[in-house]
C-alpha cells in the first residue's frame, strides 16, 4: 500500500491530493458527498418540482434519475463511507488507507457524471453509467470482502451479503434500462435492501449508544441524592438480540422478493404489514426508560419508527386503502434511510474523525428537518392532500437538514484532528 | 399487592412483544391469501372478504347471539371440568395408589377421540346443551386431572418437614408452601383445556345443535357459503387468541415465575 502507483504527473497529483486531511479516512469523503450530494440533488428536484426546470435526461425520465440518484448514489455513498471505516474496526485489521478513499471516491463521482449524461451521451453513455456504476459497487465489495470473511468468527457478514444484494438491484437496475424495460422496480428492491443493511448496522451502532445514555442516566440518578446501592440494577445494559432482528430482517427479505416477484399483489400486502409488526417487535430491546429520551438514542429509534409507518403504510395501499404506494416508499427513504444516515454521519463521522459527539442545536433542528421532510412526502400521497406544495415543503425541508449536516460536519471532515490521531480512530484521550 | 404491581409494570413490555406474534399472523395471511389467489374463492376466500363477511355479521347482531351460545356452552363444559379435573386430581394426588389406578383410565379418557364422546353424547343427552357440555366436560377434564396429580405428586416433602419443623400455621402452610407449587402446575393445564374445550364445542355444535358458532358453520357449509365458513372460524380462533393472549398468557407468567428463578 505505501509504495507509489507511479511517476508520472498524475501519480504525483493523485497522491498529493490523497495526502490531503479529506482522505485521511475512507468514511471522509464519502460522508462529505454524501451530505452535499443529498442536498444538490434535492435542490435540482425541487426546481423541477416548484417551477418544471429540467433535470438530467436518463432512459426512463425524471423520476428515474431521482430514485436512481438517491438510492444508489446517495444511499450508497453513505454506505460505501461506513463500510470502508467501521469494516477494519469491525475485524480489528488496519484502516484502508488514503488511496483507497480517494480512488473510491474518484470512482464514485464519475459513475453520478455517467449517469447524468447517460441520456445524453446515447448507447454508449449508458454501458459507460452501467459500468461505472455497478463496477464501483464491485470493488467496494472485493475491498471490503476479504476483511468480514477472514474474521474468525464472521460476526459481520451480514453486510457482505446485503452488499451482494444491493449490487445484483443495481445490476439488474442497469441490466432492464440497458434491455428498454422500466427499471424502477430493482430501485425498491434497492430499498429493502437498504432498510436491511441499516437495521444490522444500527444493531451495532446502537448497542453503543444506548448504552452510553443509559450510563449517563445511571450518572444522573446517582448523582443527585445519595440512592441506595442497587438501583443500577433497575437499569440492566441494552442489547440488540437477535431473534428479533433477524426477524425483521427476515420480513423485509421476503416482501422485497415477493413485491419483486409478484408486484403490487395483495399477498405483498399482508407481508408489508407482518414488516411492520416485525419491526415495532424490535422495539422492545429499546425500550429501556428516560435514556430512550437521549438525542442519540432517540434518533436511531425514530429511523425504526418510520421504517415500520412505511411499511404499514405501503401494506394498507396494497390492500385497497386510498393512499399512493409512494407515501410509504418515502417514509422509508426519506424517513428511515434519510435519518439513519444522517445520525451515521453525526455519530461515526465525529468520533471517528478524532471529535465528540456534536451537542449543539443544529443536529435537533437538522433531523427535525428530516422527519418533517419525510412526514410531509409521505402526507402528499394521502387523499385530499395537497400534493405539490407538500412534496415543496418535503423538499425544502430535506435540503435544510442535510444542508446543515454539510455545513456543521464538512467542516469536520475536511480539517485536520484535533487531537493526535493519523486515522480512522475514535477520539483519542491524552493519558 | 407486589405481585399485582410487578404484574402492571411489566404489562407495556407484554402487550410489546405482541408485535412479534402480529407479524406471524399477518404473515400467515399472506399464506391464506397466496392460497386464495391459487384456488379460487370458491375453495378459499380471501381474508379481506372473509373479515368483511364477520365485520358484516358482527354488525348485523347476526354473530353476537351465536357466539354467546358457544361460549355459554363451552365454558359450562369447562368450568364443570376444572372444577371435577382440580379437586379428584389433587386428591388422586395424595394417594400414591389412587394415582397408579387413576393414570389408565386418564390415558383411556385421553385416548378416546372426542368424535366417539359426541356420538354417545347425542344419543344420551339428544339436541341439548347437554350434548356439547358433556362433550367438552369429557374432553377437557383428563388435561386437568393429570396436571392437578402431577401437582401433588411433585409436592417437595423436604420442603413440608422443613415447614412442619418451623410450625408453619396451617393457613401459611397451605398459602405458600403448597399453592404456589400446585397452582403452577394447574394453570397451565387449565390453559391448555381451555383451547380444547373452545375446539371440542364447536365440532360438537356442529353436529348436535340448532344454534352457536358450530350450527352457523353447518349452515353455511350447506349454502357452500366459503367466505362465512371463513367469517366464522376467524372470529372463534380470534377469540381464543385474545382470551389466552391477554388474559392467561400474562397470568400464567406471573404464576410461573418462581421456577425460572429457581432454576
Redesign the interface.
Given at each position: 500500500m505505501s509504495h507509489p502507483i507511479d511517476h508520472k504527473p498524475f501519480g504525483r497529483l493523485f497522491d498529493r491530493l490523497a495526502a490531503r486531511p479529506l482522505f485521511m479516512c475512507g468514511f471522509r469523503p464519502f460522508f462529505l458527498a454524501t451530505a452535499v450530494y443529498a442536498v444538490l440533488l434535492l435542490l435540482i428536484w425541487l426546481g423541477f418540482l416548484a417551477a418544471g426546470l429540467g433535470v438530467p435526461a436518463v432512459r426512463g425520465g425524471p423520476v428515474v434519475w431521482h430514485a436512481h440518484e438517491l438510492m444508489f448514489g446517495f444511499g450508497l455513498a453513505a454506505v460505501a463511507g461506513f463500510l470502508l471505516t467501521a469494516v477494519p474496526e469491525f475485524t480489528a485489521t488496519p484502516a484502508f488507507g488514503r488511496r483507497i478513499a480517494l480512488g473510491m471516491v474518484l470512482l464514485w463521482t464519475a459513475a453520478r457524471l455517467a449517469f447524468w449524461l447517460s441520456g445524453t451521451l446515447g448507447l454508449a453513455g449508458e454501458v459507460l453509467a452501467a459500468v461505472l456504476n455497478v463496477g464501483f459497487l464491485g470493488a467496494l465489495i472485493a475491498i471490503v470482502a476479504p476483511r468480514l470473511w477472514r474474521d474468525p468468527e464472521r460476526r459481520h457478514l451480514a453486510f457482505l451479503w446485503g452488499l451482494g444484494a444491493m449490487w445484483i438491484a443495481l445490476a439488474g437496475f442497469h441490466a432492464d434500462a440497458l434491455g428498454g424495460a422500466y427499471p424502477m422496480r430493482w430501485v425498491r428492491v434497492g430499498v429493502g435492501v437498504m432498510m436491511v443493511l441499516i437495521v444490522v448496522a444500527l444493531s451495532r451502532i446502537s448497542m453503543r449508544i444506548v448504552n452510553d445514555a443509559l450510563d449517563a442516566e445511571r450518572l444522573r440518578r446517582n448523582g443527585g441524592t445519595a440512592r441506595r446501592h442497587g438501583e443500577d440494577d433497575e437499569l440492566p445494559d441494552y442489547r440488540a438480540r437477535p431473534p428479533r432482528r433477524n426477524l425483521a430482517i427476515f420480513g423485509v427479505a421476503l416482501y422485497t422478493v415477493v413485491e419483486f416477484v409478484l408486484s403490487g399483489s395483495v399477498i405483498a400486502g399482508w407481508v408489508a404489514l407482518a414488516v411492520a409488526a416485525a419491526v415495532l417487535n424490535l422495539l422492545n430491546d429499546w425500550h429501556v426508560g428516560r435514556a430512550l429520551l437521549s438525542r442519540w438514542a432517540f434518533m436511531l429509534y425514530a429511523v425504526y419508527w418510520l421504517m415500520a409507518a412505511g411499511y404499514a403504510l405501503i401494506g394498507l395501499s396494497l390492500l385497497g386503502a386510498p393512499v399512493t404506494p409512494s407515501a410509504g416508499l418515502h417514509l422509508l427513504t426519506v424517513g428511515a434511510m434519510g435519518v439513519s444516515i444522517f445520525g451515521v454521519l453525526c455519530i461515526a463521522g465525529r468520533t471517528h474523525a478524532g471529535h465528540e459527539l456534536d451537542l449543539r442545536p443544529w443536529v435537533l433542528v437538522a433531523a427535525a428537518g428530516l422527519v418533517a421532510a419525510a412526514l410531509a412526502r409521505s402526507a402528499s400521497g394521502l387523499p385530499g392532500m395537497p400534493m405539490a406544495g407538500l412534496q415543496a415543503v418535503s423538499a425544502a425541508a430535506w435540503v435544510l437538514g442535510y444542508g446543515l449536516a454539510a455545513r456543521y460536519l464538512g467542516t469536520v471532515f475536511v480539517g485536520p484532528r484535533p487531537d493526535s490521531g493519523t486515522g480512522c480512530e475514535e477520539v483519542l484521550r491524552e493519558a | 399487592m407486589s405481585l399485582l404491581r410487578a404484574w402492571l409494570a411489566g404489562l407495556?413490555?407484554y402487550l410489546?412483544?405482541g408485535?412479534?406474534a402480529?407479524?406471524?399472523?399477518?404473515?400467515l395471511?399472506?399464506a391464506w391469501?397466496?392460497v386464495s389467489?391459487v384456488y379460487g374463492p370458491l375453495v378459499m376466500p380471501?381474508?379481506?372478504s372473509a373479515f368483511g363477511t364477520l365485520w358484516v355479521l358482527i354488525d348485523s347482531g347476526a354473530a353476537g347471539p351465536e357466539l354467546a351460545a358457544t361460549a355459554r356452552r363451552a365454558l359450562s363444559g369447562y368450568a364443570l371440568s376444572v372444577l371435577a379435573g382440580s379437586v379428584l386430581g389433587l386428591v388422586a394426588g395424595l394417594s400414591m395408589t389412587a394415582s397408579m389406578m387413576s393414570r389408565p383410565l386418564v390415558t383411556v379418557l385421553m385416548g378416546t377421540p372426542p368424535i366417539a364422546w359426541l356420538v354417545l353424547a347425542m344419543l344420551w343427552f339428544g339436541a341439548s346443551d347437554g350434548t356439547p357440555v358433556f362433550t367438552v366436560f369429557v374432553a377437557a377434564f383428563p388435561v386437568i386431572f393429570i396436571g392437578a396429580l402431577q401437582g401433588t405428586r411433585t409436592l417437595d416433602n423436604q420442603l413440608r418437614g422443613m415447614a412442619e419443623a418451623f410450625r408453619l400455621p396451617r393457613r401459611m402452610m397451605f398459602l405458600d408452601v403448597y399453592l404456589p407449587h400446585v397452582v403452577s402446575y394447574l394453570f397451565p393445564a387449565w390453559i391448555a383445556a381451555l383451547g380444547t374445550a373452545w375446539k371440542v364445542v364447536v365440532m360438537a355444535e356442529l353436529l348436535a345443535t340448532q344454534d352457536g358458532v358450530g350450527a352457523a358453520l353447518a349452515v353455511s357449509r350447506s349454502h357452500l357459503d366459503t367466505a362465512a365458513t371463513m367469517a366464522w372460524i376467524a372470529a372463534v380462533v380470534g377469540l381464543l387468541l385474545a382470551v389466552e393472549y391477554l388474559v392467561l398468557e400474562p397470568v400464567k407468567r406471573e404464576v410461573e415465575r418462581w421456577r425460572e428463578q429457581g432454576a
Open positions: - | 407495556p413490555a410489546w412483544s408485535w412479534g402480529i407479524a406471524s399472523l399477518f404473515l395471511l399472506a391469501e397466496a389467489l380471501d381474508p379481506r
